[in-house]
């Protein structure tokens, strides 16, 4: 069976990718230099899987190890390139620091994968090239138009994108699939693999269930003066599982060769949007566990509302996110539980 080389694979939406990609029958080996992950979520895909992937640990920056891996596993037939930093408030106090991560990293994953002749790679970009969309364009789909990024680090989704589009006009043996994810939330239902915050949580989720578990004293929520139902802002908020299988299905649509254009573009989202209070609401429903919450001021740089329109991938990719709201709040939920059980 063929191998997929997956950077960032022991990342939150990575393992959760590695389960699935091992489950459909693909050898995976993992490149990650455990900048803000944990070796142990190894265990938690082996236990899930039956097998533990293959594992390197190395900077995605650093030609050498790049090429040792690409030289070492020659039945590498794709790349899904999800190592980056992802902490927006971080990366507008350390911009270096993400362009170097980020589009440095993208660029050796790139250079290596041409030396050896791999043709395929999935990349991971963002809803945040679209900021906040006029009302016209929501829910927003692929031909939207892009803003001005609002961070670093939203601003190396969109270098990155071009990167990869350049470098595949450029060469017409390179195939490549752009994901934008919206907001990717739970865990595995086996609740062995998850998201594993550093810190305090920036995210919604997370820092929903810290607070659940008596972690965190009380939730803030930014804002209840935004123009939607409730006040509260609008996200489209995606399975982790759901997403994780939208990249199987884009590595077997490259390798079969049923791609229309060298480099195609995928939205990923439910096409459903939620406001914070509606998740916050939901989670209390279904876990029967009280989160106190306050509603301060908003939060600086934060989009009103964004949803996805997800046709495109409903219907090219022939993948849909429809796990219910209920099903993953109480994953990540059940998550939270094992993580604390274990400490
Ligand atoms: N929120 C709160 N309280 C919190 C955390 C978040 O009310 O403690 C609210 C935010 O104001 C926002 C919503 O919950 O309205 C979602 O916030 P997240 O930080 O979870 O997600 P964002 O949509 O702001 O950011 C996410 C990713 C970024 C990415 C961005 C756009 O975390 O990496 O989407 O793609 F850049």
New binding site residues.
């Given amino acids: 069976m063929a191998r997929i080389l997956v950077t960032g694979g022991t990342g939150y939406i990575g393992s959760h990718t590695v389960v699935e990609l091992m489950q459909q029958g693909y050898d995976v080996i993992i490149v990650d230099n455990l900048s803000n992950s944990n070796q142990a979520v190894l265990d938690g895909i082996a236990a899930i899987v039956g097998t533990c992937p293959e594992f390197v640990q190395a900077d995605c920056c650093d030609s050498a190890a790049m090429d040792d891996v690409f030289t070492r596993y020659s039945d590498i037939v794709s790349v899904i390139h999800f190592a980056a930093s992802?902490?927006?408030n971080e990366s507008v106090e350390q911009p270096l620091k993400y362009y170097r991560n980020n589009v440095m990293s993208l660029i050796t994953v790139l250079e290596t994968m041409r030396k050896h002749a791999i043709t395929n790679i999935v990349f991971s970009s963002?809803?945040?090239?679209?900021g906040q969309p006029d009302a016209q364009y929501l829910p927003v789909d692929e031909t939207a138009p892009l803003q001005k990024a609002l961070?670093p680090?939203?601003n190396t989704?969109q270098i990155n994108e071009d990167i990869i589009r350049d470098t595949v006009y450029a060469d017409k043996s390179l195939r490549a699939t752009i994901l934008?994810?919206?907001?990717p939330?739970g865990a595995h239902p086996s609740a062995l693999i998850g998201e594993l915050p550093n810190g305090v949580?920036?995210?919604?989720?997370?820092?929903?269930t810290q607070t659940a578990i008596g972690l965190r004293a009380e939730?803030?929520?930014?804002?209840n003066d935004?123009n939607t139902p409730d006040g509260?802002?609008?996200?489209d908020?995606i399975y982790v599982v759901d997403l994780a299988k939208a990249h199987v299905k884009a590595v077997q649509r490259m390798l079969s060769g049923d791609a229309d254009e060298p480099v195609e573009l995928f939205n990923l989202g439910t096409g459903c949007g939620l406001?914070?209070l509606e998740?916050v609401n939901t989670f209390m429903q279904v876990t029967g566990v009280k989160v106190p919450?306050q509603i301060?001021g908003?939060?600086e740089?934060?989009?009103?509302q964004?949803w996805a329109k997800a046709d495109k991938a409903n219907h090219i990719l022939g993948w849909k996110a429809d796990t219910p709201i209920e099903q993953v709040l109480m994953s990540a939920w059940q998550w939270e539980k094992k993580l604390r059980s274990n400490n």
């Avoid at 934008?180 to 907001?183: H, L, S, T």
């Avoid at 509260?232 to 996200?235: E, H, L, T, V």
Wanted: glycine share 6%; charged share 20%.
């Fill in positions: 992802k902490a927006v963002s809803c945040t090239v679209y961070s680090y939203g989704k934008r994810y919206f907001n939330i949580p920036q995210n919604l989720l997370p820092y929903v939730l803030k929520i930014f804002g935004y509260s802002c609008i996200r908020y406001s914070v998740i919450y301060v908003r939060r740089g934060d989009i009103e964004v």
